[in-house]
């Protein structure tokens, strides 16, 4: 059933309220008949919140103009969602206590005969007016402060800062005896004859010694850079003298790298190594221990009915434990919030045992966050780029030291271990020895593979060039010269950094590259997940206005081998921001990438 009121006496805030199953049928809803089509918030909560299990019913979910809340009821299989305008949200705080209303009224009736409530309609009118009206008499009436209260006007009447120490000393202690300053006038027109003169004092030149001149900007001899001569045949550019002198690679180093060839054939192996990995590869006892998440709901005994004050000190001792496990503060609130609704009106009847229950659903809920949504097929896509005649573009960002142009290197590995042809762009122009260090990896790569005659190139026009500019010309190269993959390696960059965003938003729009991803630090933990969140949030801030915006796709996760099993920045990226770890690099050689071992990162959460 639907209800539409068009002679509706209340305001125009409350958009819709809806009550559903959680297989997806619609039982009754309300929207109001001056609203446009709010069909697309709805579904975006559905998808991102409640079939991916990130919800927190404590929290808004703004989707567009639009901020949502929603109720769920485990025994009956109900799930209530309002929505309302985002920019009202302020003055809108009853909408939670209407929400609980509504939710409570329709389940006691739904309960028994498992239909629609009779007149629901005119019992949701009453109970939105009920609510309204407790509105109204709970807000706090704001009384206007008078001028004579402030301190301004203290200071102005009496010259004394009141918020002073010495305001107190001197309303405390009345003078003995006049001064002849003031016997002249008012302490008011003290102070303002004292302001004025020590300003009458600042505005007068001084005439005892000349004015020394110091050299400007412009008399100063401008500084300039001199321009660096580049290899024509790296480059790719316009042709020129040889550049410097180059190290050759030396033999040992070479018969080193040999026992790579032939490791990176197929798709990558997942990251399960336990001399590496330590508990996250090892599964978790089933025995009763100390430690471990499972031992907090022994306490919780086997009773009929699952509440929430029951799980509530179980829950905080497992936030504590997610913390320790690096899990962001905030994340692993919402992760509880998350356990306790699914949790929360099961009854004995539904499950064996309480402990198989709340393990059962805290592992459903950090793989269901872990599982990428979706899958990102590199070599599938380069083979099929290569048909189409177009090479595959991916762009390397993120902050600096996190590893982009390493991981880089080990990706170049593993497509020429495929027969991937791969051309590299050194797009990051501003780093000193950027380019060196993908011309050495191409270097070891040309040597490494040089009877297999699989192309590796690098593509670079040397530094303080326009990194949108290089990477264009880069994948144009790359068409002309039939590469299959163009890796683009861009600057390093902190995420508040507006020109720098505002630059890597330009080399995105003008090249459209096919993946992005942002390489982070498993060592930075929750800093890394703010980094990516607020990449993200740069990223769409620049681009306001542009009709084809682009954002993060996926995600390297670095050093991960050596986090032990604090992988908790792993759930804290995927989680807020909803994009896939591709690859997590395990070590310095081009080998050491690995996928990411979902089952084994939330057994490592799980002890």
């Known amino acids: 059933q639907s209800w539409n009121s068009k002679n509706s006496p209340h305001p125009k805030m409350l958009e819709l309220l809806s009550i559903f199953t959680t297989g997806g049928i619609v039982l009754w809803s309300y929207k109001d008949p001056r609203t446009e089509s709010i069909d697309s918030p709805v579904n975006d909560l559905i998808q991102r919140v409640l079939i991916e299990n990130r919800g927190d019913t404590t929290a808004t979910h703004t989707s567009g103009i639009f901020g949502l809340q929603y109720r769920k009821n485990n025994d009956l299989s109900l799930i209530t969602v309002i929505a309302y305008r985002k920019s009202l949200e302020d003055k809108l705080t009853y909408m939670g206590g209407l929400l609980e209303d509504v939710s409570a009224a329709f389940a006691s009736q ?48 009496t010259g004394v800062d009141a918020r002073s120490p010495k305001a107190d000393n001197n309303s405390s202690s009345a003078p003995a005896t006049k001064s002849s300053d003031e016997e002249d006038g008012s302490p008011t027109e003290l102070s303002l004859q004292a302001r004025l003169a020590r300003l009458g004092s600042r505005s007068r030149p001084t005439t005892s010694s000349p004015k020394k001149t110091t050299p400007t900007a412009a008399d100063k001899p401008k500084r300039t850079k001199e321009a660096r001569v580049w290899d024509p045949v790296l480059t790719k550019g316009p042709s020129g003298p040889a550049s410097e002198h180059q190290e050759e690679i030396s033999a040992e180093e070479i018969d080193r790298m040999k026992q790579y060839v032939g490791k990176g054939v197929g798709d990558l192996k997942n990251f399960d190594d336990s001399a590496a990995a330590g508990p996250a590869s090892t599964p978790v006892p089933q025995k009763a221990s100390t430690g471990g998440i499972l031992s907090f709901f022994k306490s919780l005994g086997t009773g009929t009915s699952i509440t929430a004050e029951m799980l509530e000190p179980v829950l905080e001792k497992t936030r504590l434990h997610l913390i320790d496990k690096n899990v962001a503060a905030e994340v692993s609130l919402k992760l509880c919030h998350s356990l306790r609704d699914s949790l929360v009106g099961k009854t004995k009847g539904t499950f064996q045992g309480l402990e198989t229950l709340v393990r059962e659903a805290l592992e459903k809920s950090l793989t269901q966050i872990l599982t990428p949504g979706r899958h990102i097929d590199v070599l599938r896509e380069a083979r099929a780029a290569r048909g189409r005649g177009t090479p595959y573009s991916m762009v390397f960002c993120g902050v600096n030291g996190v590893g982009k142009s390493t991981n880089l290197s080990k990706i170049a590995y593993w497509l020429v271990e495929n027969k991937i042809r791969v051309l590299i762009a050194a797009c990051d122009t501003f780093r000193a020895g950027a ?34 500019d290089i990477a264009q010309r880069a994948i144009a190269f790359g068409r002309a010269e039939g590469f299959d993959v163009v890796l683009i390696d861009t600057a390093g960059r902190m995420q508040d950094n507006e020109p720098l965003m505002r630059a890597l938003a330009k080399l995105l729009h003008i090249n459209t590259p096919d993946l992005v991803l942002f390489v982070g630090d498993a060592l930075a933990g929750n800093e890394a997940s703010d980094q990516l969140f607020k990449f993200n949030q740069a990223l769409a801030y620049v681009q306001q206005g542009s009709t084809k915006t682009r954002s993060i796709d996926g995600i390297i996760l670095t050093k991960f081998d050596t986090i032990d099993d604090k992988v908790g920045a792993s759930i804290s990226m995927t989680f807020q921001n909803g994009q896939p770890i591709v690859f997590v690099g395990t070590g310095q050689d081009y080998p050491d990438l690995k996928r990411l071992n979902v089952g084994a990162v939330v057994q490592s959460l799980m002890s």
């Open 435 to 468: 380019v060196e260090q993908l011309r050495t990896h191409v270097r070891k790569l040309k040597t490494l593979y040089k009877a297999e005659q699989v192309p590796v190139e690098l593509f670079e026009q040397g530094y303080g060039k326009d990194d949108a």
């Open 110 to 157: 739904y309960k028994a005969t498992r239909s629609v409530p009779a007149n629901f309609d005119q019992q949701f009118n009453t109970l939105r007016t009920a609510a309204e009206d407790r509105f109204r008499t709970q807000r706090p009436v704001q009384v206007s402060s008078k001028f004579e209260d402030s301190q301004r006007y203290k200071l102005q009447t």
